[in-house]
């Protein structure tokens, strides 16, 4: 007998772009949408990485849904180049038949580095990637949304320093990126409202992918803690970091029916570090 849940929360047959989604929480994010029934592009830079995710994702729909996973695909693209992104998303609608319900934007990068040794062209690349790959996504597949007429719901990954700087590094250019995607979400929630196209912000904490091992090492709950990341520990609440996969059922939620009334909103979801 298959679980009894609300039928709001399901994503059965919605057609669903995930940018990103060959890292930890892109492929969490794939994970949780086909088991609630979705079909998933998969979007990133390296074709090779997004089948390797692809595989990964069919491998644990199967074994944790014990079913198989629906129309998954992978396409490299380089979310900062408006051409390609454009190319890109009429690729995916014209594979999904024309239409496109759901947009998670996952692609991000961060520097820590203090703001007097970052150069411009580092600023630069980092609000290219985390802002203007979430906004050109973002318009490109908002006019297939807008033309279809179709509902849509659009989640823009964001981070919890857009609100609170983590310390003890420094990571201007990612924290300004940040709430600048935040401030994106809202801006296109209030142009969209009135035309089916629901866009909010998820912001997660720290939590173990391979953006925090860019910044530590640390690959796995199973590693020593870094000294840094024992600092991180202690200004948590919850005292322990996330798995990627516990934001998975927040992701369905925003994006499925169960929120339909949420709009502009900012989701964040940090074990309660920045309420400390």
């Known amino acids: ?14 057609n669903c ?3 990103g989604g060959a890292g930890g929480l892109g492929r969490e994010c794939m994970t949780a949408f ?22 990964d994702v069919r491998g644990r729909v199967l074994s944790e849904g014990g079913f198989e996973a629906g129309d998954l695909h992978a396409y490299a693209c380089n979310a900062t180049d408006e051409t390609a992104v454009e190319s890109v998303v009429t690729h995916i609608a014209r594979d999904f038949g024309g239409r496109i319900d759901v947009l998670v934007t996952c692609a991000g ?16 690349k980092v609000l290219a990637v985390n802002l203007d790959g979430t906004y050109l996504f973002a318009r490109s597949v908002g006019k297939h949304m807008l033309a279809a007429g179709t509902p849509g719901s659009m989640v823009f990954v964001s981070s919890a320093a857009a609100a609170h700087p983590p310390r ?3 990571q201007a250019s990612y924290n300004a990126s940040k709430a600048a995607v935040n401030a994106l979400a809202v801006s296109l929630a209030t142009e969209w ?26 690959t796995s709950h199973d590693e020593p803690l870094t000294e840094r990341q024992q600092e991180w520990l202690t200004q948590i609440p919850m005292g322990r970091f996330a798995n990627p996969e516990e934001h998975r ?23 309660g570090w920045t309420h400390w």
């Open 193 to 218: 409202a009135d035309r089916k196209i629901r866009v909010n912000s998820f912001s997660p904490g720290f939590m173990v992918t391979p953006l925090m091992a860019s910044q530590t090492g640390k």
């Open 249 to 271: 059922g927040t992701l369905v939620w925003m994006a499925s029916n169960a929120s339909s009334y949420l709009m502009g909103a900012n989701i964040i979801s940090d074990g």
């Open 34 to 55: 086909a088991l609630s029934g979705a079909n998933c592009a998969c979007v990133d830079l390296n074709q090779e990485a997004c089948e390797e995710a692809i595989r």
């Open 168 to 170: 003890p590094q420094a």
């Open 1 to 14: 007998m298959a679980p009894k849940t609300l039928s709001i929360f399901s994503l059965e047959g919605k």
């Open 17 to 19: 772009v995930v940018t």
């Open 109 to 124: 990068i961060c520097v820590d580095k203090g703001a007097e040794d970052v150069d411009h062209a580092t600023w630069q």
